[in-house]
Each structure stands twice: as structure tokens, then as C-alpha cells.
């Protein structure tokens, strides 16, 4: 079973950058597909990005298409999530997720595994 940490989170003001990181470990990390997800208080965990095994195939919410950018790194076992444009609703809990398929689902029922996440917390 593949475990996941996230880093990268912190504050930043609105219209700048983050990037976020999860590092894999314990499985074979080109067999899955990877995804954030992210968890603003008081409501449900929503779909941000997936990519497939190879990169192939990318999946973004309407809401960050164009700001956001998912990439992976299978020789260094580790996901990415490039955030420019950030916005206070971007403010939330982002999770890594891992899916055993090769490629990837918008719904967080089709996830296998997840980290522990990290805040993002964007000022106006």
C-alpha cells in the first residue's frame, strides 16, 4: 500500500504562487494514477486535478483550469501542484490521493489511499 505526504502549503496573499508536493512511498508509484483534492471548512472534499500513470491524461475542476498546473515525477516517486493566481477561495485542506488504475477519477470515492493533507490559506 502506497503512503503519501504532502508539503509545500503555507500563506500566501491573493494573486501569488504555491507549490505543493507529495512524496510516495511503499508502492509502485508509476502503477497509479495521482489527484489533489482539497477540503474548505464547512464543506465536502472536491476533485482539483488528476494526472495518469505517465502524464498522459490530465483532469482539472473548472474552477483552477488555467492557474493550476498537475505534473509527476515517477523517478523521484512524487506528484506535484503548481498553484499561480491563487485566490482566498483556493483557501483550504489540499490531499494528495493515489487510485490503483492507471488513470484517474474525479470522484473522491474512486480513491485508494490519501495523505494527511496541507493548509493553503490565501489572503486578500
Known amino acids: 500500500q502506497v503512503q503519501l505526504v504532502e508539503s509545500g502549503g503555507g500563506l500566501v496573499q491573493a494573486g501569488g504562487s504555491l507549490r505543493l508536493s507529495c512524496a510516495a512511498s511503499?508502492?509502485?508509484?508509476?502503477?497509479?494514477?495521482m489527484g489533489w483534492f482539497r477540503q474548505a471548512p464547512g464543506k465536502e472534499r472536491e476533485f482539483v486535478a488528476g494526472?495518469?500513470?505517465?502524464?498522459?491524461?490530465?483532469n482539472y475542476a473548472d474552477s483552477v483550469k488555467g492557474r493550476f498546473t498537475i505534473s509527476r515525477d515517477n523517478a523521484k516517486n512524487t506528484v506535484y501542484l503548481q498553484m499561480n493566481s491563487l485566490k482566498p477561495e483556493d483557501t483550504a485542506i489540499y490531499y494528495c490521493?493515489?487510485?490503483?488504475?492507471?488513470?484517474?477519477?474525479?470522484?473522491?470515492?474512486?480513491?485508494?489511499?490519501w495523505g494527511q493533507g496541507t493548509q493553503v490559506t490565501v489572503s486578500s
Open positions: 490521493a493515489a487510485r490503483s488504475s492507471f488513470y484517474p477519477a474525479t470522484a473522491v470515492a474512486g480513491w485508494n489511499t
Open positions: 511503499g508502492g509502485t508509484f508509476r502503477t497509479y494514477s
Open positions: 494526472v495518469d500513470w505517465n502524464g498522459g491524461i490530465i
